[in-house]
């Protein structure tokens, strides 16, 4: 079992950046894919980014790329969200989740076993 705990989240004015951070606590990452995504007010929850983790590769959603990165820290345990160039269609709760049986599970959130609480992010225009 794992459980994902995210942080970083808060309040900036457009154009500002912020780094999420997605914990694991139970087991490590170690074979895991883990994927960004992201529920704007009033609408569905969408997929942001997602890295796999046995190799490093990333995927991004076509209205991050260039702005976000994912990256995962030495021990496998945390992975980051930056996010660059904020703007108010940002604006959102922001989810990681984590994928124990694909190795590649990009946007597909039926993929992913674990999902963290989510951290509000709120760009001001």
């Known amino acids: 079992q794992v459980q994902l705990v995210e942080s970083g989240g808060g309040l900036v004015q457009a154009g500002d950046s912020l780094r999420l951070s997605c914990a694991a606590s139970g087991r490590t990452f170690r074979s895991y894919a883990v994927g960004w995504f992201r529920q704007p007010p009033g609408k569905e929850r969408e997929f942001v980014a997602a890295i796999t983790l046995r190799d490093g590769s990333t995927y991004y959603t076509d209205f991050v790329k260039g702005r976000f990165t994912i990256s995962r820290d030495g021990s496998e345990n945390t992975v980051y969200l930056q996010m660059n160039s904020l703007s108010a269609e940002d604006t959102a709760v922001y989810f990681c989740?984590?994928?124990?049986?694909?190795?590649?599970?990009?946007?597909?959130?039926?993929?992913?076993?674990?999902w963290g609480q989510g951290t509000q992010v709120i760009v001001s225009s």
């Open positions: 989740a984590a994928s124990r049986r694909f190795s590649d599970p990009r946007g597909k959130e039926v993929a992913y076993d674990y």
